[in-house]
Nanobody
Framework: QVQFVESGGGLVQPGGSLRISCAAS????????MGWYRQAPGKQREFVAG???????NYADSVKGRFAISRDNAKKSVYLQMNSLKPEDTAVYFC?????????WGQGTQVTVSS
């Protein structure tokens, strides 16, 4: 069974940076495009960034130029470097497959941007 474990979230001031990680188990990780998603209180889960197995990336307009997604297939991990954080980036961040149907969701990692 596929499992994703997100980590690295926390409290950061506006304008600050944070790097969150996702470790996958129980799957052939390298062949799947992977994505980061987020869900703010009272809102639906939304796509943030995606990376294909070959390294091509795509970003939501709201984070373009500020966030960078990367992956390490040997470690079955995907990362999200978040710079110039804004209060509206506050949410629980999840990783899952991208483009193809998502599998079961992990617990996510909370990112709070506040002064």
């Amino acid at each position: 069974q596929v499992q994703f474990v997100e980590s690295g979230g926390g409290l950061v001031q506006p304008g600050g940076s944070l790097r969150i990680s996702c470790a996958a188990s129980g799957t052939v990780f390298s062949i799947y495009p992977m994505g980061w998603y987020r869900q703010a209180p009272g809102k639906q889960r939304e796509f943030v960034a995606g990376i294909e197995s070959g390294g091509s990336t795509n970003y939501a307009d709201s984070v373009k130029g500020r966030f960078a997604i990367s992956r390490d297939n040997a470690k079955k991990s995907v990362y999200l470097q978040m710079n110039s954080l804004k209060p509206e980036d506050t949410a629980v961040y999840f990783c899952n497959r991208w483009i193809v149907s998502p599998t079961s969701w992990g617990q996510g990692t909370q990112v709070t941007v506040s002064s």
